[in-house]
């Protein structure tokens, strides 16, 4: 089941990035909610809010060495719970999602702009970007409550 999860977010990861070229790629920002949220294409040759511009060779080594650990965890802990499990595939398949941009493109298509009216305005993301943040926060949940194992004491 994991892998069908995993394989849906990657699919869905692309498909937005792939309706972000064909349809923002040398337009102007479409806006959803006016001052708050918009759709703009950005092309990201750095990490998250734009650092380590041009680095791509060091992202897409680490990006690897994640995902490999990923895998190795998963295998080697059988004994995780299941929002374990799903945290960890929802990060997997964001770091893919990235990964193959990085691989394809040289860079990392955004398009997801969020500003806070006129106090701040957010870097562009992406849908792995997401997964990468939701699943972060789900794990340093299940870790800070020790709900990342089943527990077989009983």
């Known amino acids: 089941m994991f892998y069908i999860v995993a394989i849906i977010l990657i699919i869905f990861d692309q498909l937005t990035k792939y309706l972000a070229v064909k349809f923002l790629l040398g337009r102007s920002p479409i806006p959803i909610i006016k001052n708050y949220l918009q759709l703009n294409y950005v092309e990201n040759f750095g990490a998250a809010f734009g650092i380590l511009q041009n680095k791509q060779l060091f992202f897409i080594v680490i990006t690897i060495l994640v995902l490999v650990g990923i895998i190795f965890y998963m295998k080697k802990y059988t004994n995780l719970s299941k929002p374990m499990k799903i945290a960890l595939t929802i990060l997997f398949s964001g770091a893919l999602g990235n990964l193959i941009d990085r691989l394809r493109l040289g860079y990392v298509i955004d398009f997801i702009d969020i500003k806070f009216g006129k106090l701040y305005d957010f870097p562009v993301f992406n849908i792995a970007d997401c997964l990468v943040v939701i699943s972060t926060i ?17």
């Open 138 to 154: 789900i794990i340093a949940y299940l870790v800070l409550y020790d709900k990342y194992e089943i527990n077989t004491e009983e």
